[in-house]
């Protein structure tokens, strides 16, 4: 099957098979987004509102915007173009209540809650504007990605991320001592709160293989596929992560077919070993954070990718220098790794990408 914005997508979702099992199948999951040297042509898209809330909810102008960079970029090797409806990064917590402000650039939320022994229950109420605006966006969208393109599910986060942004931060640190009982019973509501809404959106979005994806990471498996993460441990102590993330991402990985951990700065290494302790887990994905060497230098090759290939984890790594890739391939090898990368034109990336085959 091909896609008009990517006609080799058969063999993309081989290569991103392969890599989730650990193998190189077809090829390796190499991904170069590179200026198309022909657009391919698409309807004009409309102007973008002024108002910041306006353009973040105006999910069909989105689409056509988006379409418009579709159409201008070349997705090489195992990179797709994807799309979905966006409420900044954990749209679950804005489904539970989160005030939101819309900025520029990005989505601010403000605590909603602080005394957890307060909160009697959490649920997701379907009735939520929210709730209602992303089913009805996604359904738009994946009528309108047929042939196209990949409607990807949103980034929901889970878990103590979620109560986080719920509570707030700040407050969150001194909770996990104040009121831990409090605290286990709404991450186990949280738990199931999840599946809540990632059951009926995948439902809506798979494909027609019964395949997935899952937005921001390039993520697509075959089956029920997810991105776990938990940003606020870069806060705590590897005891806490033990007692109060671990749980609930075996839990949250046991559920789907094909987990990847979003492992998120220097400050996050330390729990690495616990993240690879959970067997569910196919594969992590490294952000070494801002002002940070790229996650394929050789900085990191000891204390976070070394574990990860003993752990027999695949490796994710996105935005890597293109000149930087072959020395980290040849030191771990091709197979369970997936690098992406930018280059400037179609041309120079098919090359690249022939010549990546070489690297062993």
């Given amino acids: 099957m091909s896609l008009y914005f990517k006609e080799d997508w058969d063999s993309a979702k081989a290569m991103l098979d392969g890599w989730w099992k650990g193998e190189v199948q077809d090829r390796w999951a190499l991904g170069v987004w590179a200026s198309r040297e022909t657009a391919l042509p698409v309807p004009d898209a409309p102007t973008a509102p002024a108002n910041h809330r306006e353009r973040w909810l105006d999910f069909q102008g989105n689409v056509a915007r988006r379409e418009k960079w579709f159409s201008e970029t070349w997705f090489g090797g195992c990179v797709y173009p994807d799309i979905t409806p966006c409420l900044g990064p954990g749209c679950l917590n804005v489904f539970l209540g989160t005030p939101v402000d819309f900025e520029v650039e990005t989505v601010w939320y403000h605590a909603k809650h602080n005394d957890p022994e307060k909160i009697a229950g959490l649920r997701l109420d379907k009735n939520d504007f929210y709730w209602q605006w992303m089913m009805e966006a996604l359904a738009c969208q994946k009528q309108r990605s047929e042939g196209r393109f990949v409607v990807s599910i949103p980034d929901l986060i889970e878990g103590a991320d ?22 286990h019973r709404l991450l186990n509501q949280l738990d199931e709160i999840y599946f809540d809404a990632y059951d009926p959106i995948f439902d809506l979005l798979k494909l027609e293989d019964g395949s997935s994806s899952y937005w921001a990471f390039n993520a697509w498996g075959p089956g ?40 998120d700065g220097p400050d996050a290494v330390r729990h690495l070993p616990e993240v690879l302790s959970i067997k ?56 369970g790794t997936m690098i992406t990368t930018t280059i400037d034109t179609e041309s120079t990336a098919r090359k690249f990408l022939d010549e990546s085959l070489n690297w062993k």
């Fill in 162 to 183: 979620t109560l986080a942004a719920l509570c707030g931060p700040q407050d969150m640190l001194m909770h996990l001592i104040d009121y831990p009982e409090a605290l």
């Fill in 224 to 263: 029920r596929t997810a991105k776990l993460q938990c940003d606020f441990s870069a806060m705590i102590s590897p005891d806490m992560f033990a007692e109060f993330v671990t749980p609930h991402l075996r839990k949250q990985a046991a559920r789907v077919d094909n987990a990847v951990y979003h492992l």
């Fill in 280 to 335: 569910e887990i196919k594969a992590v994905q490294w952000s070494s954070g801002a002002g940070q060497p790229h996650p394929a230098d050789r900085v990191w090759w000891k204390s976070v990718w070394e574990p990860v290939y003993a752990a027999g984890k695949s490796a994710m790594l996105h935005h890597v220098p293109a000149d930087e890739i072959e020395p980290f391939v040849k030191e771990f090898g091709q197979a």
